[in-house]
């Protein structure tokens, strides 16, 4: 016998249409493959022309919230709305009426997911937002369903699309960041205010989702260390070209004895790691674990499709398996106080720096970096092009040392009339 | 409530070792992050030695099948001996006690799921085998729970990892087909009757699972085109490199309105291809859904905890879920007769020739081509290495054309006393 699922959309922008065509002209096809008719009962959206533009029949435009979280025809709610206000209302609303929730909102998961899912958990319905985190790629399932015999280790994940396409323009094109960046925003890969991307914050949500899930722990995304992109300049990624790096903004999560570290910044990484080669707006993420060893996930990490694949593969988990799976609501397991997070974590370095062009300058600046406890492999004037005080460029690629080193060495060297630390890019092997 | 699952090991080999090792060493992991306690009941395996070497108690040895299916105690039985025989014969009397089956065979699954699955489906038990493809990668979870919400259209994995340390070895290090496969052997990585991998019968079983599922139908094995690698030479691997492609044995799917086609055969793909920079034992499967657009999982595609990472997720899944989800048992699904399959596929094609040193002989030979409907990107003499005849070797790169023009073509033009086709490579975009 067939399964009749009746689901509601609200918001109909890019995501919310993009789930709402392919629910509509995949109809037939998760009838036949998933033996479940997955109906969409309702549509919520404000925009009168979008609801037409798209098609929706008059008598599934819904009105209010309400009418939809009491329909007893709808089974699953999407929220496809974004942010925390009246996103988080209308999702609570549904939870409290039984409604399982599928989700596209990484700021709301981030922000919010402990407390939605005790409220699923109470009402029995589940809340699902594989949508939230790389778009198509279904690395929330992986986790989930895929890989949990492991202990995860690492996570590194290339999960912001904005800033994966301008530092791929700055590397391959030599294009500074603000061209890169008007590229970007041209073609509507970029937002009008690129804050959100360009600073971190988003891969800083999707780093807190995914690591929670992959640690079993509860990873608040201010717990992440942050640093964007826009102070990235195209002579540092040619200079980590050169020396065999390619630069990422990576979402980085370690997990051991001694803790958990979460940060999200410019990275250098070998030109041969899988993650190099991931360009463009694609997105990836790279995982260790202790019995499966490496594995990648790769895809397109947003766009209405992609997005709508992930939204749509939700709801047919949620209409075929009965049963609410009470482990994947993770951010409930652990308590914040129960978590060390290490914030002085251990990276190498890669740093760029002016110094005076005077005999025994390097010497000294190394007996600083040796006061520290900083090794270094590396030591090299590249290029002769001096700054405005007659200072020559040298970069310094240092072995694996701490935050706080780094800092401290920083501070001496720009006080010490020796040179000035203009470049700080941690580098993952 | 922590539930209890009892779980018994068919066979301790390299897998079957790193699942007892991996279900012991987590049995507390499991229990805490998945709320359930997982417990080897029960080990199978004449070799005594081999079990006291991994330290099985005594009271889990077991001395027969039937021992095993008949424990009241046991609800998964884990196959991990290999092979059609007594492996499947195991797990049909584990099914018909409705024990549930995870199993990493490959072999069994390709060429018995359909009928296995049904036992199972009868018996209301589950079967099993993300472990028989891509090691610990999880592409069967993914296909059927992550991106179910497609039509998936096309997939193209490097699903053998023999082959690809082989042909990376040609390409990196130019050495030729012996040495590389002697290298390879001395490794542990090719077996010393490498003729399952190297022929790729290997990738055929797993295609055969793979596009079954992908394409909810039944792919039996024996409707896939097969070429192995023994017969590649190192030279038509640096001529690719020089046009820009990277050669990988490539097991391929499609599946449109005509029909579906599968192929495993050595193929040239574009070197910024995600799949190119997939080297070593690693394997990837790129996969193309109507709404996910392409994505592309990769890791290690064997070894002893990777496999073992598969088979105790799929446990853990089995132990976790307590509805059978029927929709897993793809293989059931279509008969064989509904599948219109493609032998005459479509593809572009690398050409190496040797031809007589005369004026107009590249022109009759581009009208044969012509006369076989085959257009020509690229023709050109490659080096001045003559053969033993005195004759000078060409590179032709074609237009999309199709299998049958091919062959007519390259019987034509050994007839012709033009010239020679020494090598016929297909190429994918």
Redo the contacts between chains.
């Keep these: 016998m067939k399964k009749r699922v009746g689901v509601a959309i609200l918001g109909l922008g890019v995501v919310g249409g993009?789930t709402y065509k392919?629910l509509v002209s995949?109809r037939d096809?998760?009838l036949?493959?998933?033996?479940v008719d997955i109906v969409v009962e309702s549509v919520l959206d404000k925009n009168r022309e979008r609801l037409q533009e798209l098609g929706v029949p008059e008598e599934c435009i819904a009105n209010s919230i309400a009418e939809v979280v009491t329909n007893p025809a709808i089974d699953i709610v999407i929220e496809t709305i974004g942010g925390v206000g009246i996103a988080k209302e209308f999702v609570m609303a549904a939870l409290k009426e039984g409604k399982s929730v599928v989700t596209a909102n990484k700021e709301m998961i981030s922000k919010c997911s402990h407390e939605l899912e005790r409220i699923a958990k109470r009402n029995c319905c589940g809340l699902y937002y594989?949508a939230s985190c790389v778009?198509?790629?279904?690395i929330i399932?992986?986790l989930l369903?895929?890989?949990?015999?492991?202990?995860i280790t690492e996570m590194m994940g290339i999960v912001n699309g904005t800033t994966n396409y301008i530092l791929t323009k700055m590397a391959q094109e030599g294009k500074d960041y603000a061209e890169a960046l008007k590229e970007a925003q041209s073609l509507g890969y970029a937002e009008f205010d690129p804050t959100n991307d360009v600073e971190g914050f988003d891969s800083t949500y999707k780093l807190s989702i995914l690591s929670s899930m992959a640690f079993?722990t509860k990873v608040p995304y201010t717990k992440v260390s942050r640093e964007g992109i826009s102070t990235i300049s195209a002579q540092d990624i040619a200079n980590g070209q050169d020396l065999g790096y390619t630069m990422k903004l990576l979402a980085i999560a370690k997990n051991s004895e001694a803790g958990v570290e979460v940060r999200v910044h410019p990275t250098f990484i070998p030109s041969e790691h899988?993650l190099a080669?991931v360009n463009d707006a694609y997105n990836a993420v790279y995982l260790r674990?202790?019995?499966?060893?490496?594995?990648?996930?790769?895809?397109?990490g947003a766009?209405a499709?992609?997005t709508?694949?992930?939204?749509?593969?939700d709801?047919?988990?949620a209409a075929?398996?009965?049963?609410i799976?009470?482990?994947t609501y993770k951010n409930t397991a652990a308590a914040e106080g129960d978590v060390k997070f290490i914030s002085n974590f251990s990276s190498a370095y890669y740093m760029r720096l002016f110094v005076e062009d005077k005999t025994g300058v390097l010497a000294k600046i190394c007996g600083i970096f040796s006061k520290f406890g900083i090794s270094i492999v590396k030591i090299m004037q590249k290029g002769n092009t001096r700054n405005e005080n007659g200072r020559l460029p040298v970069i310094i690629i240092t072995h694996k040392t701490n935050e706080n080193s780094v800092k401290n060495a920083t501070a001496k060297i720009n006080a010490s009339g020796l040179g000035t630390v203009e470049a700080v890019i941690r580098v993952e092997a």
């Design positions: 993009g392919t995949h096809f998760y036949k493959t998933q033996n594989e778009g198509g790629v279904p399932r992986t369903d895929g890989v949990q015999a492991n202990h079993h899988p080669g674990g202790d019995a499966l060893d490496d594995i990648m996930l790769y895809g397109k766009g499709f992609p709508a694949s992930a939204v749509v593969s709801v047919i988990y075929t398996h009965s049963e799976k009470y482990s």
